[in-house]
């Protein structure tokens, strides 16, 4: 998503990261096909997260919008609130993401808008809407991940052994 210096993330959230030596803004990136489609995040927290992709160099090859644009803008976006939400032992992992285009944009910058549908512990919702720059709707996305816990070592753990922390701290 390019330089990340900019994106605003709650407090709470930027020290319970930095206490853990993780680079927050590094960790919440798209990687390089973000990069390489101009995605940016201005604000991010579990409550909303906000950020813009231009139209140039993200078309079909009739001039409009690629849907498939408007989807990694989505998962992006919700991604990163399930992440947040997740805190810093979950790792989100989308599941489901479904997009539905309502009109054509040619040129200038979109902007998407994710919103929590439902945050609970294996699970995040978000609702993504993404508008044109006369704040039309171009796009209703909504993306479902399973939040994994990480182990000590950083790694995603397998639902086995998820299950079988939970049956150990229920002993």
Same mark, same amino acid.
């Given at each position: 998503?390019?330089?990340?210096? =900019? !994106? ?10 930095? %206490?853990? &030596? $993780? /680079? *927050? ?53 919700? =991604? !990163? ?10 790792? %989100?992992? &989308? $599941? /489901? *993401? ?66 079988? %922390? ?6």
């Amino acid at each position: 998503m390019g330089e990340q210096t =900019s !994106v605003k993330f709650p407090q709470e959230v930027i020290d319970e990261y930095a %206490a853990l &030596g $993780v /680079d *927050l803004p590094a960790l919440f990136s798209a990687g390089h096909l973000g990069t390489r489609m101009g995605v940016q995040i201005l604000e991010a927290s579990a409550e909303r997260v906000v950020g813009t992709m231009p139209v140039e160099g993200n078309t079909q090859p009739y001039g409009l919008l690629h849907g498939g644009a408007s989807a990694v803008l989505a998962e992006t976006l919700g =991604s !990163v609130g399930s992440m947040l939400h997740g805190g810093s032992r979950r790792i %989100a992992v &989308g $599941v /489901d *993401l479904n997009c539905t285009h309502h009109r054509g944009v040619r040129s200038g910058l979109v902007t998407g808008v994710a919103t929590p549908v439902h945050r609970g512990r294996s699970t995040a919702t978000y609702e993504i809407v993404i508008t044109d720059e006369q704040d039309r709707r171009v796009c209703t996305a909504r993306l479902t991940c399973l939040l994994r816990e990480v182990d000590e070592a950083g790694r995603a753990q397998t639902a086995a052994e998820v299950t079988q %922390a939970e049956e150990r701290a229920e002993a």
